[in-house]
């Protein structure tokens, strides 16, 4: 778990809490999925981000081409909602439990359990986090949205 502070927007009927620098780097990434038109394009913009040229080495023996055009169905696991990482999911890991029982765990049957928490409990989430000594605030720049991966839905 972490202490640094927490951003949180809702997105798809539910409040998404993200630490800051999460939030950050997965809106750069689903922003850089959408905007990219060839490989070379998509990995300068990625080119600071080590967990996911980390995840892409896994995933390919050898990248494409930088001049390739860039599809991100390319990249195993996207097609599938399993990458990049999906923060309704990670909210398990990344929460205190008194924040984690202002939700509700949902399963879903291909990507496994996510937490839901009303869009209506914005002040408890901020005081439960507030009484762990973690700082939450609503997300004025859009990051949180960015990092769900808006542009695909």
């Known amino acids: 778990m972490t202490t640094e502070p927490f951003l949180i927007d809702s997105f798809n009927d539910s409040l998404v809490v993200i630490p800051r620098?999460?939030?950050q780097?997965?809106?750069?990434?689903?922003?850089?999925?959408?905007?990219?038109?060839?490989?070379?394009?998509?990995?300068?913009?990625?080119?600071?981000?080590?967990?996911t040229l980390d995840e892409l080495a896994d995933k390919f023996d050898?990248?494409?081409?930088?001049?390739?055009?860039?599809?991100?169905d390319d990249i195993y696991g996207f097609a599938d909602g399993d990458w990049p990482a999906w923060p309704m999911a990670?909210?398990?890991?990344?929460?205190?439990?008194?924040?984690r029982a202002l939700g509700t765990l949902q399963t879903t049957a291909l990507n496994g359990d996510a937490l839901e928490i009303g869009e209506d409990?914005?002040?408890?989430?901020?005081?439960?986090?507030?009484?762990e000594g973690?700082?939450?605030q609503?997300?004025?720049?859009?990051?949180?949205?960015?990092?769900?991966g808006a542009w695909r839905y």
Request: aromatic fraction near 6%; charge should be negative.
């Open 121 to 131: 409990r914005l002040d408890e989430v901020i005081a439960a986090l507030a009484a």
């Open 25 to 51: 780097r997965l809106a750069v990434v689903n922003d850089a999925l959408e905007d990219s038109k060839t490989w070379g394009e998509f990995l300068d913009a990625v080119s600071t981000d080590r967990i």
């Open 134 to 136: 973690i700082d939450g």
């Open 62 to 72: 050898d990248l494409p081409d930088r001049d390739a055009p860039f599809d991100p």
């Open 21 to 23: 620098g999460e939030a």
């Open 138 to 148: 609503e997300d004025p720049d859009g990051f949180v949205v960015r990092a769900c």
């Open 90 to 99: 990670r909210m398990l890991g990344w929460l205190p439990q008194s924040v």
